[in-house]
């Protein structure tokens, strides 16, 4: 489902569930990540939602607590993210042991690849960078969130670039909209 008019990056609540007609096949992104062959299949066929829950905290710091859950057996992460560009350390049962920081950001100031910056409905507003990385396996990514006309439908999308090395893959996945989600309160893990 598209995302409602409503629903913009100051106001990402509720399910989100990963449109993979839409999206770019992100196998080769995984594999450079590590992710053996068993579970990237066991990924590919699994339906991936987020369940998101945004907030700002009395230091006027946004929030985004992201649960991943999956269909076909798959442990889904759980993605804490702290917009203030704060360097935080996260063991992930998927990605390892991942160091990562986030912001909201201009895309006039995002320094990386051009794929990042275009598509977006909003080209001058503020959009939200999330960057990770794993010194174990060698590789960074470097994600943006928008919001893009898809089809004539409106969606939530994440550009993602990952680096190993000289080689780069990227991505685009694309997200329907599955209307209020409800936040767990065991969700605790390492914000990031």
């Known amino acids: 489902m598209a995302a409602p008019p409503e629903k ?10 990963m449109n993979k007609s839409l999206s770019d ?17 066991a990924i590919s066929y699994a339906t991936v939602t987020l369940t998101i829950n945004q907030y700002t905290d009395s230091s006027n710091l946004t929030h ?9 057996g ?6 804490n993210r702290t917009l203030d560009w704060t360097w935080r350390d996260h063991k992930d049962g998927i990605f390892g042991n991942v160091k990562g920081r986030s912001r909201w950001v201009k895309l006039g100031d995002v320094d990386d690849d051009e794929f990042l910056k275009v598509g977006y ?5 503020e959009h939200v960078q999330a960057w990770a990385e794993n010194v174990e396996k060698g590789w960074t990514a470097d994600q943006i969130w928008g919001f893009e006309q898809i089809n004539g439908e409106r969606r939530y999308v ?19 909209y599955q209307g209020a989600g409800k936040k767990d309160d065991d969700d605790a893990d390492l914000a990031y």
């Open 121 to 125: 409905d909003d080209l001058e507003g």
């Open 64 to 72: 985004f607590d992201i649960k991943q859950v999956a269909t076909g």
């Open 74 to 79: 798959v442990q889904g992460t759980t993605e």
């Open 8 to 17: 913009t990056l100051k106001d990402l609540n509720g399910k989100w569930v």
């Open 158 to 176: 994440r550009h993602v670039v990952v680096r190993k090395g000289d080689d780069w893959k990227q991505a685009r996945l694309v997200y329907d």
């Open 25 to 41: 096949d992100y196998d080769r992104i995984l594999e450079m990540q590590g992710i053996g062959w068993f579970l990237r299949k």
